[in-house]
């Protein structure tokens, strides 16, 4: 709009004062094709976006300098949004997609033509397995959900915002019957527990499993003997309540990990939903009953929204590994939960690190904290932009903050 006022604005000064003499008329998008000959070729897509139709290159790009790559008007989740309010609401919901956030509307989308709908870059899921690898795993196993294998993800998740948690459409399990209905064969395969407000992926996967009607493979001990006694007190109406609540439920067997609440800090024992905020209840498809990988568990709740971000837009894990190498998940003596603070952390691995260079350990004091150096003194745990881990360029700024002179 502003652009718009002052090229009118700059128009009518030149027609006044009658300075349309040697001024070249410029035709777009003609002029753009003589050099963009790649980008003309796109007319052929089947799906075209509306400026690049109407041949209004200059609608998105300055045909002479920008601060923006690609010559853009503006950066591009603002110059997208200019014209695309409607996604401005999906976008302010409590699930937001990455890219989104990241304002990176090209790493699915091609701002100027595709063969797929909505101007796609690729057809999902493969477009989806470009960031989300798991989509590769769930493909392969024996049993796929429908939507799933037909590439619909858009089924169950909402492509930019979602007011439900890993952007869902709708909530759990109204989700789920929107194509599972409710009868006496679904209560019945449930024996006769009432499922209107059960969080079906507590014993299904989503998306694919090794068994039959996806159920997750690893499986609860009571579960898999159908002991539902065991955990539950049966009540009117179908409702099966737990027989106390869940930390002392699970404690019964798990006294190991409840011995663990009693230290300084504890994961989420002490909360309403205690075990439950990590681990599934009755079956899961990663180790330990736990509701996702550790990393994409993890992840949930931890550096969201932080200033560091990977390649692909998330916070790395150290070199890949399960966060339960470094950080006890249930309880600990200190407030980052690591197995250890002293360089015995990442000796374990890092045996012969600094063994000739810079002193760590025992006798060494770091200057800025009066306490003894680790190696954490300079290096980041999960992620930094300097390699390896450290947060700040090792070719000065790094050492400087102990040796300034």
């Known amino acids: 709009m502003i652009r718009r006022i002052i090229t009118e604005s700059i128009a009518a000064l030149v027609f006044a004062t009658g300075a349309w003499a040697g001024v070249v008329e410029v035709k777009e998008p003609s002029v753009c094709y003589s050099c963009h000959s790649d980008i003309q070729d796109l007319s052929a897509k089947n799906f075209r976006h509306t400026a690049f139709t109407a041949g209004k290159c200059s609608a998105c790009h300055d045909p002479h300098a920008s601060r923006h790559a690609g010559l853009l008007n503006g950066d591009l989740k603002t110059l997208c949004l200019f014209c695309h309010e409607k996604i401005k609401s999906e976008i302010a919901q409590v699930s937001v997609h990455r ?29 989806c397995e470009g960031c989300h690898q798991n989509v590769t795993a769930w493909l392969g196993r024996a ?48 024996k006769g527990f009432d499922i209107s407000k059960a969080d079906c992926t507590t014993c299904h996967d989503p998306h694919g499993s090794s068994m039959a009607s996806l159920l997750m493979p690893n499986q609860h001990a009571p579960f898999k003997a159908g002991k539902c006694s065991s955990c539950h007190a049966a ?87 399960d966060c339960s190498k470094c950080h006890t998940p249930h309880g600990s003596e200190n407030d980052t939960y690591l197995v250890s603070t002293g360089i015995e952390l990442c000796t374990g691995c890092h045996a012969d690190a600094h063994k000739g260079s810079h002193p760590v350990g025992e006798g060494v004091i770091d200057p800025r904290t009066k306490t003894q150096m680790t190696c954490l003194a300079c290096h980041k745990l999960h992620g930094a932009e300097f390699k390896p881990y450290l947060p700040l360029d ?6 400087l903050q102990c040796h300034r002179k």
């Open 99 to 127: 890219p989104v956030i990241d304002g990176d509307c090209s790493a699915c989308h091609d701002p100027h033509a595709s063969d797929v709908r909505n101007q796609l870059k690729q057809k999902s899921p493969a477009l």
């Open 143 to 190: 049993y796929v959900h429908q939507p799933a294998a037909q590439g619909n993800c858009q089924a169950c998740h909402a492509a930019h915002g979602s007011g439900n948690d890993r952007l869902l459409s709708a909530a759990i399990p109204e989700l789920c019957f929107g194509c599972h209905k409710t009868g006496t064969a679904l209560t019945a395969a449930h």
């Open 235 to 321: 009540a009117k109406g179908g409702e099966m309540a737990l027989t106390d609540d869940v930390k002392t439920s699970c404690g019964k067997c798990h006294q190991a990990v409840l011995k663990q609440a009693s230290a300084t800090h504890t994961h989420n024992l002490n909360d309403k939903r205690s075990c439950l905020n990590c681990h599934n209840a009755h079956a899961a498809s990663a180790p330990s009953l736990l509701a996702a990988e550790q990393k994409d568990l993890c992840f949930r709740c931890h550096f969201k929204g932080d200033t560091y971000k990977g390649k692909r837009g998330i916070y790395l894990t150290h070199d890949g590994m």
């Open 394 to 399: 090792p070719a000065h700024e790094l050492c």
